[in-house]
């Protein structure tokens, strides 16, 4: 699933491309929007919120989008091949004269009024990547968690906003946690936190997330030359993998 880089990315790509511009073409293929038409609104900015995008538009309506698992956006120049968007798997077109935002297997769709966005993102934590982070209220909601395995709670978005499991495996790496180590045994939560903050933030300016152990399934740890493992977080069906090395991420004894 993106993660909250992919999002902040995507949104820096629509602020450029679509920001300040009239729509000339609105085409949402999703059964509760299909009849929603957002021609000759003007993009004000678009902005991310954890793994949630936020297009919104001058009439006091917000386009919200989810990619869950497969989705993407992509923006080609208006008139291209490309922006002609006829594949099926099209849920979302958004163009100006100029260029042509589409948007592919996107997971959720929604059109709100633009004061209403907080019913569908209110039940989340602080986002990572927001300007500021109340810290205290992502602690919290972490100290509410109890003895919840560390990477379920990272991996919570009403916790925090914007970890999937990448940033989950990479920031728990960075602090030599084993995964499975309770929340409530965690020496510095905010420490973690802040980690996993800074992750994100070099991932948005370099493109690419860190890649000492997520995906690595045995090859040598960066540290130590410990084949890297995988185990489960949370349970079926929301299971997810966890990458992580047996030596520095040893559980305790």
């Known amino acids: ?27 949402l293929r999703w059964p509760s929007a299909a009849t929603v038409d957002l021609t000759g609104t003007t993009v004000l900015e678009t902005r991310s919120y954890g793994k949630h995008l936020l297009t919104r538009f001058d009439d006091g309506r917000t386009l919200h989008t989810h990619l869950r698992m497969e989705g993407y956006w992509r923006i080609w120049r208006t008139g291209s091949r490309e922006a002609a968007a006829r594949s099926p ?17 996107l997971g959720m769709l929604d059109v709100v009024r633009t004061r209403d966005e907080r019913t569908l993102l209110g039940h989340l934590g602080p ?61 510095d939560p905010s420490r973690l936190l802040a980690v996993a903050r ?3 933030q070099r991932a948005v300016a370099e493109g690419r997330p860190p890649g000492h152990v997520h995906g690595r399934l045995r090859r040598p740890c960066h540290r130590c030359g410990t084949p890297i493992a995988v185990g489960q977080a949370r349970k079926p069906p929301m299971e997810r993998p966890i990458f992580y090395c047996p030596r520095c991420q040893a559980a305790p004894a």
């Open 89 to 105: 798997q099209v849920r979302a077109v958004l163009a100006t004269e100029e260029w042509t935002a589409v948007g592919h297997h």
């Open 127 to 187: 986002d990572l990547l927001g300007e500021t982070v109340d810290v205290d209220e992502a602690l919290r909601r972490w100290s509410a968690r109890g003895s919840t395995p560390a990477a379920e709670v990272l991996l919570d978005q009403t916790v925090v906003a914007g970890i999937g499991t990448i940033f989950a495996a990479e920031s728990l790496f960075a602090e030599r946690l084993w995964p499975w180590t309770p929340a409530d045994a965690v020496p």
């Open 1 to 27: 699933m993106p993660e909250g880089d992919v999002l902040r990315r995507t949104a820096d790509r629509f602020q450029l491309a679509l920001t300040g511009h009239v729509v000339v073409r609105s085409d």
């Open 198 to 200: 800074r992750q994100l």
